[in-house]
């Protein structure tokens, strides 16, 4: 079965830098990987979807970027903010259909004043 | 668009009892929905696959006749867990997703049981 590793440590960094979050996985190469937001006590938030054929993905200050041969995404928030301040998941379909997900560990980001 | 409601956000109850979670998707409808578990510092599992109109699949491991899973109608479906034990006691979330933009899933807010 596939599975999916982030750092398992938080993540603390300084208000206005750019923060990076990695996503690696085993086994089979996804069509696509997604990245969720997920704050204390709350469902996930889609944030980005980067399909196997893309390199690069970008939305306002959020960027993905997905490496098949390496098994790995890796995610850049661009001037961080405090509000930026949440656990962040990457996510794999799994087969069988519909929007059925793996989700990695998740990295817990806390952007500092 | 795209929003999934659950309910309760949360719930207490005594070990032993019942409890139902209810899962709706307000603004489409959803063939397929999906419930996941998620225990304290630990990532989203996937415990069921809950399927309008027919009976769920139920990941590994997940005991189908303790979380039981209505999904009755193509905007609800509800989990149900019986005689609720401590070990029991997750934040429990769902998610569906609209056919048109069905790579993105949608959560609900989830509901944080707790067995005392």
């Known amino acids: 079965s596939q599975k999916i590793e982030q750092n398992s440590e938080a993540l603390n960094i300084q208000e206005g830098k750019t923060a990076t979050l990695t996503c690696n996985y085993t086994n089979y190469s996804p069509a696509y990987l997604q990245w969720y937001r997920q704050d204390p006590g709350r469902g996930p938030v889609f944030l980005l979807l980067i399909r196997e054929n893309e390199k690069e993905k970008r939305k306002e200050r959020l960027k993905v970027t997905f490496d098949t041969t390496l098994k790995q995404s890796l995610f850049h928030i661009t001037a961080s903010q405090p509000a930026d301040s949440a656990t962040y998941l990457c996510a794999l379909r799994r087969g069988g259909g519909g929007n059925k997900l793996t989700f990695g560990t998740g990295t817990q980001l806390k952007v500092e004043l | 668009g795209a929003v999934v409601s659950q309910h309760p956000s949360w719930v207490i109850c005594k070990s032993g009892t019942s409890v139902k979670i209810e899962c709706r998707s307000l603004?489409?409808?959803?063939?397929?929905m999906f419930w996941y578990r998620q225990f304290p510092k630990q990532s989203l599992m996937l415990m069921a696959t809950?399927?309008?109109?027919?009976?769920?699949?139920?990941e590994q491991g997940v005991e189908k006749d303790k979380f039981l899973i209505n999904h009755a109608s193509l905007t609800l479906s509800t989990l149900t867990v019986t005689s609720a034990h401590p070990e029991d006691s997750s934040f429990y979330i769902c998610?569906?997703?609209?056919?048109?933009?069905?790579?993105?899933?949608?959560f609900g807010q989830g509901t944080r049981l707790t067995v005392v």
């Open positions: 809950s399927n309008e109109g027919s009976k769920a699949t139920y």
């Open positions: 998610s569906a997703s609209p056919q048109d933009r069905d790579t993105e899933a949608f």
């Open positions: 603004d489409f409808q959803a063939t397929t």
